[in-house]
Structure formats: structure tokens, C-alpha cells
């Protein structure tokens, strides 16, 4: 460790005056256009501006992670350590001043200046470090533990380029490198002295000690620096501020004094590159890994930087190792860092030179694991080979554990020799491969799904075997969302009309917007309401006009689906109906009464042929319908480009319908489904994931369910699932799906879609589109009739909103705490 000396840890923090108000910001923020920014004060442009408040908010919140910090310090408290390959914050300027209770400061001082608040927030270019949401959920998680004042650290990657920029180009999809860090890094602290060697490939030594022990170390590996970049993550209101650290690597050579002396400059500067390659990029696949050496190598550089951070820390303590459990907890955002539990075995027994049986007690106890997904090919794996190149010693201790553990398994069930293949931390075939799931369950205390459905599923199906070993480690923890962005920030207006009548406790404890339930009835609330959804949906209608030139009636129905394109969350079976809807216009006039507007959004991952298929069918379902005189105002459809947090946000407060169309068993839990509800779009879904908890708290009538549940899902493919059998019973599928492959949506290219259709009709329709196809129909039906009730419509919403309490992931990461990693606020 190369950290610069701290100084004196009592020295005190420079006086803050007692209160800054607007003027105090506003010399602040020209203090920084100035010093910070090298501007002219008298005319700073937008982007200045926003750079100079995120730099004057930055300061605030650095003085307050000191204080936390030393509070943590000093009552000796529990951490919790969340490793996590992705996060996914969104835009920090409006969260932040609302955490920090400055957003009518910031707006007077920026009024003062002559810029407006909106305009200078939407000069942010959010950070899109994560795929979806198991990097959302790492964000959401984060800012509950600080509004909770727990004694956490996120820990990441600084990726250089985040999940890429997606533009939509003659209907198709085409990415760009997201370069979030061009306007450079005005909400964190680069620490370039503050750096931990992680080490790779090389070979394994084994030798014998002068007191006769088996010794191993590694020899000529290659290393490469991990430098800390730390955010900060405000609690609200509550002067508690927690660090996200993410790593980005730096080459080792440069600490080598010799490195550039040695006469090949141009040689010497390529190994820098290939070594800082390391954060360049996030994979941008979610729920299929790529499978790729460079992934391994961000996973295991995560994990060694990270243990290393947490042991220097631990070791200050001065307390024996078996006290490591007792003072901290790290948990495993999915198996992606799940080295980490190999390399703390390496740690306390080839560095610190415990005993195997010793070292193995710790870990067990320090380590928490949640899964987030039951899909097979999201199941992580590495080839063995390829394990053992990159990481020869993390490999030999796998092993260790395996046989250890599959010794203890032959023992609890000796007539079941069957039970070691399938559990085996490593899977014998032609070829062998790490099972990293099987790895994280054996070496953690507990696992977790992260919906009642799905963690049912873990137990009884995917990893049925490991609960009959280790029963007592499974458990639920339901997802939730952060209020404070996915209401209070996102939707501003309804925020107010809340707090107006129900006081401002449920922005902490969402529980309290049960509150509301009595002004259901109220005539005024109603109209409030209704006045404000309106007024969203007018704002978003706006948006849509200037980025893609199409106009939308804000009255129609918005029927929303945007998320992550997979073929399992079909977006496919949502524009089989938009054409059926469609044909019914033209077919008989009339029939259609509720106009509505479809709003799709979400990216594909780049080597996903069928998803971006996908993509590119809606858009020319999109062209195909927009352009139909005879539809006028009745159907409109609309993808936007590029969905991320910043887009979300506008979207979700204008939604009335919102898509959760998931087959029955694949969606682990959604998040997005809780964020509409939250703002008061109804739900269109299956039983799947957290929409089925959703039901059980806003009740049956209030949202509309349909389709297979996740066991008849199971019988039908068992019993030989035939897709074919629903297109030739229902002549409106049919209809459908022959103009799909006759190129009715590409008459330039007739046979561009046709593989669609095969995917359903000839290989199998792996994700049921068809046998959901006529209860959807049917279920939507259902939802424009409601619609047409315009009070009984805003009566739902009203209860989708109130009933949503339980889906605070502060009540979540409460669970966490209490259940799981046994730690309590500061
Ligand atoms: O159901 C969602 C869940 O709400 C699930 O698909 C998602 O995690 C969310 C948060 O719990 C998820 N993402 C991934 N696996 N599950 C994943 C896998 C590999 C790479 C990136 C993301």
C-alpha cells in the first residue's frame, strides 16, 4: 500500500459555517467555475455550471463521509462489504440535493446566476456501469444502507466505458462507446497514490518452510495496479455518506522506476495499454456471460483490490483472524465475484498461515451470496483450463474445497452417489468447467433469491440438491427501489401532492403512503391526481415529438415495456398483439375504442442476433402502423432510443400500463415492475418474479395477471409443448404471425422477419409466446375497458401507489441487515 499518510486522525475537519444558504452555494459554485474549471466567472456556459455545483456539492459530501467514517471508526462497528461488477447510480445532481435537502438552494442560486435547475441538471451524462437491474438493484441497496447509516462499502470497477450508447438507425440497433467520463470526474476522488497489486498467471511454488510447512507462492506473474476511485452516496437528510469505490486499473510498470528506461518506449507504452485494458470496458451481456479471459480477469481484479482494502482495514484492528467474521460481512452480488472466496482461503492460509480447517471457518462465516437468476445459460462457468492459466493457486484451492466438501456429501448421503456429479464444484464432461454458483453456495453462510417465487424456485429446482445439504442457508430477501429517486426525484409533482397529504415520513418509510388509502374516495385527490399523471404524460409525449418526430395524444392509453431486450421478458408476444390491435383497426373500424400509445425501450446485448432481431421488428411494426392513415390517433407505437436511468426516469411517471410479461418462472424478481407501480401505472403481467408479491399487496383487482403459471409452464414442455397447435387453432395469431413472415413489415426485404416466426412455430418457442398469446389478448381487452373508466381508473392507481410500501428497498436492505449480515446503524 502506498497510501499517503492520513495525518493525525483527531485533527478536525475545517469549520463549516452553520448554515448555507443559496448565497453560500452560489460562491461556492463561482469559486469553483474559477479555480476548479479555469472559466471566466461572468460567463460560465451550462456545462460549467453543472460541473462547478457537482464540484460544490462534492465538497459537502466529502466532509460528511469523513464524519461517518470516523463514527464507524470509532464504535469498532460491523461492515458489510457489497461486491458487486455493476452499479448503475443514474444521474447524482437532483439525488443529491435532495439528499443533502439543497434543491431550493441550488435553485435560487442558479436562478441568481441566470440558469435554470432543469436545465443545468439535464447537462448530466449519467454513468452506466451496470447492464440493468442487478446494477440497479447495487444502487438502490446503496443509497438505503446510508439513509439506514449502515457501516457499508460498494465496491466495483471503474469502467472506462460503461454499457454502450444505442442508437436506433433505420430501425435497427447500433451501438456507440460510451465515453461518460469526457467531461471528466466531477463526482469523485481519483486516489493515485492509493493503489493494491493484483496479480495473475504465473505458476504455483510449492516449497517447504524452515518449520517444515507446505508452502505455496506464485512465481512470475503479471501485475497490474489497482488504483480506488471513490463516490459518495448520501443517506437522506441524514448527514450519513457512504463510498462507493470502484477500481480502475493502472499498469505496475509505471511504479517501476526502470520501466521506461529500458529502450523500447514504443513496446514499454503497449504493455501499459494492454495492462490498463483491465477496466476499460463492462461486458454489455445481460443474464448470458460472455464467457471471455478479459472477464475473468475484471472479476478476479474486483476481488483481489477488494480483499485487500478489507484486510488492511481488519488488520488495523490488531485482533485475531477468527475475530474477521464477527467484524465484517462481504456479500456476492451475484457468483461474479465469487472468487473472492478462494482468494481470502489464499490469503489466510498460504500469507497469513492458518491452518486449512481454520481459514475455512472464517470464510464460511464472512460470506453472503444472492442470486438473481434461474436462466441456464446465466448460470456462470468457467473452462477449467482457462482457470488455471490465469489463476493457477485460486484454482489448486477450489479444489481443496471441492474434495473437502464432496467428502462430507458422500458421508450425509452415502446412497446417493449420483448427488457428487451434481454437485461438484467443478463439472467433469469432455470438458471441465468451474461451477461458480456451486462454489459461492458452499463458501457462504447464506443464499438468497430475491423474490418469494424465485428463492422457492432455488430451493425446490435449481439448486434442490444444496438445500438438502445446507437447508438452513437459504433464504428470501425480496428486491425493492428507492423512493427517493423512483418518486420523490423521478415524478417531483406527485411527490408534493403526497406529502401534502400524508406529511413527508413516507420518503424513509414507505409504508406510510398506506396513508392515502382514505382520500381514494375524495373527489379532489382523484382530480389531483389524474392532473398530474396528465401533465407527466403530456411532458413525455413532448419528448417523444422531438426525438422521434412522432405525435402522441397524452389521453391515449400509454402502454409502456422497457427493460433489457430478451427473448425471455418478450417484447415479441407485446407486438404480436400491437398487430393484432392493429388488424382489428383495419378490419372492422370501430372495434378498437381506447387509443393507445405503445412505448418500447431497452438494449440489446450486441452479439444477441434474435433480441436485436427483435428490435429491429418493432420499429418496422412501428413505421408500418404510424404511417397508416386509416389508424390515425388509435395506435401509435414508439421506440425510443437508448433507455437508461436518465430515460427511465421520464418515462416511468407517465405510464399508465405497465408490460411485466416475463414467462412464468424466468424473471427472478423485476424491479422495474415496482417502479410503475409505485408512480400508479396498473400492471400487466404473469405470475412471475415480484409481480406475484405485487398482487398480494395491491390486490387482484388492481392489476391485471394472465397467462401460464410457472409450473404449468414446466407440465407443458414435459408434456411435449406444441406451438404449432395454437397458430393453427387461433386464426387471429395466425393472422398475425403469416404477416410477419409474408414481409407485410418489410416489403423492401420479404423474408427479413421470417425467422421470428420459425423461432415459435419451427424451433420450439422456447419462452411459450404462443400458448400465452390468447390470455393476453384477452387481459389487455380487460385493460382498455378499465381504462375507459376514467375514476375507476384513477382509483387503482391511487391504490397501486399506496400499497406499494413494502417495496422500499430500504425495507429490503433492512432485512439484509437484520437476517443476514447482523449489523445495525451507526
Ligand atoms: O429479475 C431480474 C432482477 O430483478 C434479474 O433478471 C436481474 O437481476 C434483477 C435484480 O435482482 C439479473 N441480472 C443478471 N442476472 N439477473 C445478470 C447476469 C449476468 C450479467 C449481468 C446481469
Known amino acids: 500500500m502506498t497510501s499517503q499518510n492520513s495525518g493525525n486522525r483527531k485533527s478536525r475537519l475545517p469549520e463549516a459555517p452553520a448554515t448555507r444558504p443559496a448565497e453560500s452555494l452560489k460562491q461556492d459554485i463561482l469559486r469553483h467555475v474559477l479555480y476548479s474549471l479555469g472559466r471566466d466567472t461572468e460567463r460560465p456556459d451550462r456545462q460549467t455550471v453543472f460541473r462547478a455545483l457537482a464540484l460544490s456539492l462534492r465538497d459537502r459530501l466529502v466532509e460528511k463521509w469523513i464524519a461517518s467514517q470516523r463514527d464507524i471508526y470509532s464504535r469498532s462497528s460491523k461492515r458489510v462489504y457489497y461486491l458487486s461488477l455493476e452499479f448503475l447510480p443514474g444521474p447524482f445532481l437532483r439525488e443529491n440535493l435532495i439528499a443533502l435537502g439543497l434543491e431550493n438552494e441550488a435553485r435560487e442560486a442558479l436562478t441568481d446566476m441566470g440558469f435554470g435547475l432543469d436545465d443545468v441538471a439535464d447537462e448530466e451524462y449519467e454513468p452506466g456501469l451496470g447492464n440493468g437491474g442487478l446494477g440497479r438493484l447495487a444502487s438502490c441497496y446503496l443509497d438505503s444502507m446510508a439513509t439506514l447509516r449502515l457501516p457499508a462499502y460498494g465496491y466495483g470497477i471503474h469502467y472506462a466505458y460503461g454499457i454502450f450508447y444505442q442508437l436506433i438507425k433505420e430501425g435497427r440497433q447500433v451501438e456507440r462507446a460510451d465515453n461518460w ?31 517444515g510447512r507446505l508452502r505455496h507462492s506464485l512465481e512470475n506473474a503479471t501485475t497490474v495496479m489497482a ?92 485482533i485475531a483472524w477468527d475475530q474477521l467474521p464477527r467484524k465484517n460481512v462481504i456479500h456476492l452480488n451475484e457468483t461474479h ?37 434461474v436462466l ?97 442457508r437459504f433464504n428470501n430477501k425480496t428486491n425493492g427501489i428507492t423512493p427517493r429517486r423512483w418518486l420523490r426525484q423521478c415524478n417531483p409533482t406527485l411527490a408534493w401532492l403526497i406529502t401534502e397529504h400524508i406529511g413527508p415520513e413516507w420518503l424513509t418509510d414507505l409504508a406510510q403512503l398506506k396513508k392515502l388509502e382514505p382520500y381514494v374516495n375524495s373527489e379532489g385527490f382523484h382530480r389531483a391526481w389524474m392532473e398530474v399523471r396528465l401533465r407527466n404524460k403530456h411532458k413525455l409525449a413532448e419528448y417523444i415529438r422531438d426525438k422521434n418526430g412522432i405525435t402522441v395524444m397524452p389521453e391515449s392509453l400509454f402502454d409502456v415495456h422497457v427493460k433489457r431486450f430478451h427473448e425471455y421478458k418478450r417484447q415479441l408476444l407485446n407486438v404480436l398483439h400491437v398487430i393484432a390491435l392493429y388488424n382489428r383497426i383495419r378490419s372492422s373500424p370501430g372495434s378498437v375504442t381506447v387509443p393507445r400509445t405503445y412505448i418500447f425501450g431497452g438494449k440489446a446485448a450486441p452479439g444477441y442476433y434474435m433480441a436485436k432481431h427483435i428490435i429491429r421488428l418493432i420499429n418496422s411494426v412501428a413505421y408500418t402502423i404510424n404511417t397508416d392513415p386509416r389508424v390515425g390517433d388509435l395506435l401509435k407505437v414508439v421506440f425510443l432510443q437508448n433507455y437508461c436511468v436518465t430515460l427511465a426516469e421520464r418515462i416511468i411517471p407517465a405510464t399508465d400500463l405497465s408490460e411485466q410479461i416475463s414467462t412464468a418462472g424466468m424473471e427472478a424478481s423485476g424491479t422495474g415492475n415496482m417502479k410503475f407501480a409505485l408512480n400508479g401505472a396498473i400492471t400487466i403481467g404473469t405470475h412471475d418474479g415480484a409481480n406475484i408479491e405485487i398482487m398480494e399487496h395491491v390486490g387482484n383487482e388492481n392489476l391485471f395477471l394472465f397467462g401460464l403459471l410457472s409450473h404449468e409452464v414446466n407440465e ?7 406451438p404449432r397447435l395454437f397458430y393453427e387453432r387461433d386464426s387471429e395469431l395466425r393472422e398475425v404471425l403469416d404477416m410477419i413472415a409474408g414481409g407485410f413489415f418489410s416489403p423492401s426485404e420479404p423474408h427479413l422477419f421470417r425467422d421470428v416466426v420459425e423461432s415459435l412455430l419451427n424451433h ?57 449480515w447482523g449489523v445495525s446503524g451507526v
Open 337 to 373: 465475484p465469487a472468487v473472492a472466496i478462494p482468494e481470502l482461503m489464499r490469503i489466510l492460509v498460504d500469507e497469513e498461515l492458518l491452518t486449512w480447517e481454520e481459514a475455512w471457518y472464517i470464510c464460511v462465516r464472512t460470506f453472503a451470496y444472492t442470486n438473481h437468476t
Open 376 to 472: 441456464p445459460e446465466a448460470l456462470e462457468v468457467w473452462p477449467e483450463d482457462l482457470f488455471r492459466r490465469l489463476l493457477p493457486r485460486h484454482l489448486q484451492i477450489i479444489h481443496e474445497i471441492n474434495r473437502r466438501f464432496l467428502h462430507d456429501v458422500r458421508r450425509q448421503f452415502p446412497n446417493d452417489p449420483n448427488i457428487l456429479g451434481r454437485v461438484s464444484l467443478v463439472h467433469e464432461g469432455e470438458s471441465r468447467w468451474v461451477r461458480m454458483s456451486h462454489l459461492a453456495i458452499v463458501g457462504s453462510f447464506s443464499v438468497n433469491g430475491v423474490s418469494a417465487h424465485h428463492s422457492e424456485i432455488l430451493k425446490e429446482s435449481v439448486f434442490h440438491d444444496f438445500y438438502k445439504i445446507f437447508p438452513e
Open 716 to 722: 407443458m414442455r414435459s408434456q411435449g409443448y406444441n
Open 227 to 318: 488504483m480506488a476511485c471513490d463516490m459518495f452516496i448520501p443517506g437522506h437528510k441524514n448527514d450519513y455518506v457512504l463510498n462507493m469505490r470502484l477500481w480502475a486499473a493502472k499498469t505496475s510498470r509505471e511504479f517501476e522506476f526502470s520501466f521506461f528506461n529500458t529502450g523500447d518506449y514504443i513496446g514499454a507504452v503497449e504493455e501499459k495499454i494492454r495492462d490498463e485494458n483491465i477496466s476499460m470496458v463492462l461486458y454489455p451481456n445481460d443474464e448470458a456471460p460472455e464467457g471471455k479471459e478479459l472477464r475473468l480477469k475484471q472479476q478476479f481484479f474486483l476481488v483481489s483490490a477488494t480483499i485487500q482494502d478489507i484486510v488492511r482495514r481488519f488488520r488495523k484492528k490488531g
Open 181 to 211: 467520463l469526457r467531461g471528466g470526474t466531477h463526482w469523485e476522488f481519483e486516489r493515485s497514490h492509493y493503489v493494491h497489486p493484483v496479480r495473475f498467471y504465473g505458476q504455483v511454488r510449492e516449497w517447504v518452510d524452515e518449520q
Open 764 to 820: 420450439g418457442d422456447r419462452y411459450m409466446v404462443l400458448a400465452d398469446f390468447r390470455s393476453y389478448v384477452y387481459r389487455q381487452q380487460d385493460a382498455a375497458n378499465a381504462f375507459m373508466d376514467q375514476a375507476a381508473w384513477a382509483r387503482m392507481s391511487m391504490l397501486n401507489t399506496s400499497r406499494m410500501g413494502f417495496f422500499s428497498s430500504d425495507r429490503a436492505v433492512d432485512e439484509y441487515a437484520k437476517d443476514i
